[in-house]
T-cell receptor, first 114, second 113 residues
Framework: EAGVTQFPSHSVIEKGQTVTLRCDPI?????LYWYRRVMGKEIKFLLH????????ESGMPNNRFLAERTGGTYSTLKVQPAELEDSGVYFC????????????FGPGTRLTVL | KQEVTQIPAALSVPEGENLVLNCSFT??????LQWFRQDPGKGLTSLLL?????REQTSGRLNASLDKSSGRSTLYIAASQPGDSATYLCAVEGQTSGSRLTFGEGTQLTVNP
């Protein structure tokens, strides 16, 4: 069974540009999460999808970030326009259930904004 | 607001030593606590998940304990090996914060041959 996959693995862009990150969860997992780790800080929650619906987006830092999950399958996270402080590693995770199930993480996308 | 703290931030031990990593959390209203491992440049690998009703979980040389009332968990690694070198992360799923995980900053472990 394939794990959570993310694309690209690395992205280097200039301030003001747009970047779109993609996450493919484990097949059959209704729950999809985005997290990020910025330099020197702990991993922090961004948002949670249940199927195609946003269950909790309270961790999204501002309106430059837009997440979608088309048809309840893969998800994209767009940053527009990117700022220097957006640099970090963006992780995606998926799970079947909620409170009792393990969240399985992807390898992350390392974003560098110059 | 849930806060998770991991001590120590870094640990270096000789091969074969038994070691303990510590995790504490401020809000005891949790569903579960999870220990992860992260290798450099890689994603997170789940090691152990302890439900709030459980006291410990074991997998091979790893044993994780949970004392929910005191807000503490430990990860015990027996007979450490160089391949255990990685960053170990603790995360809790709170009962009042949806199903998000709240992470500690991690303990960077180095096992020297």
């Amino acid at each position: 069974e394939a794990g959570v996959t993310q694309f690209p693995s690395h992205s280097v862009i200039e301030k003001g540009q747009t970047v779109t990150l993609r996450c493919d969860p484990i097949s059959g997992h209704d729950n999809l999460y985005w997290y990020r780790r910025v330099m020197g800080k702990e991993i922090k929650f961004l948002l949670h999808f249940v199927k195609e619906s946003k269950q909790d987006e309270s961790g999204m830092p501002n309106n430059r970030f837009l997440a979608e999950r088309t048809g309840g399958t893969y998800s994209t996270l767009k940053v527009q326009p990117a700022e220097l402080e957006d640099s970090g590693v963006y992780f995606c995770a998926s799970s079947q259930g909620l409170a009792t199930d393990t969240q399985y993480f992807g390898p992350g996308t390392r974003l560098t904004v110059l | 607001k849930q806060e998770v703290t991991q001590i120590p931030a870094a640990l270096s031990v000789p091969e074969g030593e038994n070691l303990v990593l510590n995790c504490s959390f401020t809000d005891s209203a949790i569903y579960n606590l999870q220990w992860f491992r992260q290798d450099p440049g890689k994603g997170l690998t789940s090691l152990l998940l302890i439900q709030s009703s459980q006291r410990e979980q074991t997998s091979g040389r790893l044993n994780a304990s949970l004392d929910k009332s005191s807000g503490r968990s430990t990860l015990y690694i027996a007979a450490s090996q160089p391949g255990d070198s990685a960053t170990y992360l603790c995360a809790v799923e709170g009962q009042t914060s949806g199903s998000r995980l709240t992470f500690g900053e991690g303990t960077q472990l180095t096992v020297n041959p």
